[in-house]
């Protein structure tokens, strides 16, 4: 019966100390987790100083290739240098194709949305213009021309759509 008293006055010694343990455990966590958490929210703030100027260059480069593509801006800067209607579908898919390839890394610092519609923009300017080709088989480069022209004044044209998109996401930048 002494035995069982002594144990249980061991017993009494240990367990306030257990609960101060553990007690003392669970607030050193909650402290450590807390300070990584702020470190962490330091290390972000000072990258996010560095990234946001690279990712506003990187849209300014986009809105540039939205601009560049742009099929009004496009026939007007691309001249034709022969009557070859497909000669001409080729050296403005080159430039579309040109451009973007300039531009391809920019998708590092965009959306995936953003780039996607880039993208999208792109094809369906190129396919507009394909569409011209067969539209005016039997005319000449002029009035291919004057066909895209029209067509893209009576509609809005993709690189416009995107470029919507681009000033919405930069927006939300700040």
Not at 33 to 60: C, D, F, S, T
Request: hydrophobic share 40%; aromatic share 10%; charged share 25%.
């Amino acid at each position: 019966m002494e035995e069982a008293t002594q144990i249980l006055s061991y017993v009494a010694y240990l367990l306030p100390a257990i609960v101060v343990g553990l007690v003392a455990y669970y607030f050193f966590k909650g402290h450590t987790a807390n300070e990584e958490g702020r470190r962490r929210y330091l290390i972000q703030k000072e990258a996010q100083k560095q990234v946001l100027p690279m990712r506003l260059q990187a849209y300014e480069r986009i809105v540039l290739l939205l601009e560049r593509i742009d099929p009004n801006k496009l026939l007007i800067r691309v001249k034709p240098f022969s009557d070859s209607m497909e000669d001409y579908e080729n050296l403005l898919v080159k430039n579309i194709e040109q451009e973007y390839e300039h531009n391809l890394t920019q998708q590092l610092y965009v959306s995936p949305e953003c780039w996607n519609l880039v993208n999208a923009a792109k094809n369906a300017t190129i396919h507009v213009i394909r569409q011209s080709v067969m539209q005016e088989k039997d005319e000449n480069v002029d009035k291919m021309r004057e066909w895209l022209l029209k067509h893209f004044m009576e509609e809005i044209t993709p690189s416009q759509k995107a470029l919507t998109y681009v000033k919405k996401e930069v927006s939300e930048l700040y």
